[in-house]
C-alpha cells in the first residue's frame, strides 16, 4: 500500500511513539516524516485515550495537527516541553542534523531548544558521514536580504569553502517563511566544521537561523521499507532494533491515512 520510503517514515514515527508517556507536553515537528507522527499521535489520542498537550513547529503542522483534533498551544503557554520530536534533511554520525528543507527551521528551533529532549524521525537515505550534502538552508531577514548574501558569500570565501548561494523560490517570488522571512540555501557539498560555520553566518545581522542543529538530538530513529526501526541514543555508538510485521501495522496505516 505505501512505497518503501513512506513506510521507512511511518515506521519512524511509530516507534518514536514509545517515547511519548501520558500528560507530557510534546514539540510537533514539520515535515512529511512528522506529519506521520501527528497522524499516530491524533490516532492514539481518539483510539487509546492517550493525554498530551502540544505546540507545532510551523502553520503547516497547526493545520494538520487542528484538523486531526490536537489542540496546539502556543509555545509562550506552554512552556518548557518534556520532548520534541521531528524529521531531519541529513544527520551525522554526531547526531548533528541539517533541517530546514521545508522553510520551519527557525520556529522548530525556538521550540526544540525548549524541550528536554528532541527524538529525530528519519531513514536511512538521511544519513552521512559529514554534513552538507543537502544544501543549508539560511534564514534571513527580508530587509537587505541581498546584502546579507554577499556578506554570506564572503563568509564563505574567508572559510575556504567553495559555496553557491540559491535564494529558495515559493513560484516565482521568493519563498517566504512562517516568520515572513527569506531562505537562502547554501550549495556547499561537504560542511568541514559546522559549528565554526553556524558562528560565523548567524554573526551577520541578517542570519536569523541557520538549518544546522548541532548537539541538540538526544535520539535517532531510523525507519526503513521493510519494517526495521533502528534506534541510536546521544552518546551511545550502539543502535538497538525494533521489527514490526507490516501485515499487522496495515490496519493502523489505512485508519491514519484515512
Ligand atoms: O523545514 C522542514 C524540516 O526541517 C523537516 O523536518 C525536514 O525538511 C525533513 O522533512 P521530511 O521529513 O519531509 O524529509
Known amino acids: 500500500m505505501l512505497n518503501a520510503a513512506e513506510t521507512g517514515k511511518f515506521i519512524s514515527a511509530k516507534r518514536a511513539l514509545e517515547f511519548v508517556q501520558p500528560d507530557m507536553k510534546l514539540g510537533l515537528g514539520t515535515g512529511s516524516t512528522a506529519a506521520w507522527l501527528v497522524k499516530l499521535l491524533a490516532d492514539a489520542k481518539s483510539n487509546n485515550g492517550l493525554q498530551f498537550s502540544a505546540a507545532a513547529t510551523s502553520s503547516v503542522t497547526t493545520q494538520l495537527a487542528e484538523s486531526l483534533g490536537i489542540k496546539i498551544h502556543a509555545l509562550d503557554d506552554i512552556g518548557q516541553l518534556d520532548l520534541a520530536i521531528d524529521g531531519a534533511d541529513e544527520f551525522d554520525p554526531d547526531l548533528n542534523l541539517i533541517k530546514g528543507g521545508g522553510g520551519a527551521l527557525l520556529q522548530e528551533k525556538i521550540v526544540e531548544t525548549a524541550a528536554d529532549q528532541?527524538?529525530?524521525?528519519?531513514?536511512?537515505?538521511?544519513?552521512?558521514?559529514?554534513?552538507?550534502?543537502?544544501?543549508?538552508?539560511?534564514?534571513?531577514?527580508?530587509?537587505?536580504?541581498?546584502?546579507?548574501?554577499?556578506?554570506?558569500?564572503?563568509?564563505?570565501?574567508?572559510?575556504?569553502?567553495?559555496?553557491?548561494?540559491?535564494?529558495?523560490?515559493?513560484?516565482?517570488?521568493?519563498?517566504?517563511?512562517?516568520?515572513?522571512?527569506?531562505?537562502?540555501?547554501?550549495?556547499?557539498?561537504?560542511?568541514?566544521?559546522?559549528?565554526?560555520?553556524?558562528?560565523?553566518?548567524?554573526?551577520?545581522?541578517?542570519?536569523?537561523?541557520?538549518?544546522?542543529?548541532?548537539?541538540?538530538?538526544?535520539?535517532?530513529?531510523?525507519?526503513?521499507?521493510?519494517?526495521?526501526?533502528?534506534?541510536?541514543?546521544?552518546?551511545?555508538?550502539?543502535?538497538?532494533?525494533?521489527?514490526?510485521?507490516?501485515?499487522?501495522?496495515?490496519?493502523?496505516?489505512k485508519r491514519v491515512m484515512g
Do not use: C
Not at 548541532?214 to 532494533?241: C, P
Open 118 to 253: 528532541l527524538v529525530i524521525i528519519t531513514d536511512a537515505s538521511k544519513q552521512v558521514q559529514h554534513l552538507g550534502a543537502f544544501d543549508l538552508p539560511v534564514e534571513v531577514v527580508k530587509f537587505g536580504w541581498q546584502t546579507t548574501q554577499r556578506l554570506i558569500a564572503d563568509v564563505l570565501k574567508t572559510a575556504d569553502v567553495d559555496g553557491q548561494t540559491i535564494t529558495r523560490r515559493g513560484g516565482d517570488n521568493p519563498f517566504v517563511t512562517d516568520e515572513g522571512h527569506f531562505i537562502l540555501d547554501l550549495r556547499l557539498k561537504k560542511i568541514g566544521n559546522p559549528a565554526a560555520l553556524a558562528t560565523a553566518l548567524t554573526s551577520i545581522a541578517g542570519v536569523v537561523e541557520t538549518g544546522l542543529f548541532l548537539d541538540m538530538t538526544t535520539a535517532i530513529v531510523v525507519g526503513d521499507g521493510n519494517g526495521l526501526a533502528r534506534v541510536q541514543h546521544k552518546g551511545s555508538a550502539d543502535w538497538t532494533e525494533q521489527q514490526y510485521d507490516l501485515d499487522a501495522e496495515a490496519a493502523l496505516i
